[in-house]
């Protein structure tokens, strides 16, 4: 089943590092932000965890709690957090089922070749557990100020 803005969170359940169980309620009552991304260790992606990690305060003082998500499997995600030092944990989506709710697996050009990839891609859900916001096919540029500024925008509504 596909996720809707505005509406609640389809059931799932994914493993993240430090052994954190993540489901569709697993966080009801702080706003969740998943960002999806491509891969561990390459340009794009270490940029985009490297800004998530030094507003990662910023996030929770807003109330929230963040999530990176990318096909790769448990070892690579906990020597990528180790290396960046992130205060967050990563999910592993081995098997894409969350990458296919979401809907962030794209066909892809790379090197001439059409391949399956991950589309960049964040969602926020409030406090409730519904969708509220997403952004897909992003610039890592200034994304992440701008997911900030939409937890903060939903701390104030609560």
Not at 14 to 22: Q, S, W, Y
Not at 42 to 61: H, I, L, N, S
Not at 89 to 105: N, P, Q, R, S, Y
Request: charged share 30%.
């Amino acid at each position: 089943m596909a996720i809707v803005v505005n509406k609640p969170l389809p059931e799932f359940e994914a493993i993240a590092t430090g052994d954190v169980k993540v489901t569709n309620t697993s966080h009801i009552g702080q706003a969740l932000v998943l960002y999806f991304y491509p891969k561990d260790n390459t340009p794009g992606c270490t940029t985009e965890a490297m800004q998530f990690r030094d507003k990662y305060k910023d996030f929770v003082k807003a109330g929230a709690v963040v999530f990176g998500v990318s096909r790769d499997n448990m070892k690579s995600h906990d020597d990528f957090k180790a290396k960046l030092e992130l205060p967050f944990e990563l999910i592993a989506d081995t098997e894409e089922k969350m990458c296919h709710m979401f809907g962030v697996v794209k066909n892809k050009i790379m090197y001439g070749k059409k391949v399956k990839g991950i589309e960049r891609s964040t969602f926020l859900v409030n406090a409730d557990g519904i969708l509220v916001q997403e952004w897909r096919g992003l610039k890592v540029p200034g994304h992440v100020e701008e997911v900030l500024k939409a937890v903060k925008v939903l701390k104030k509504a609560a």
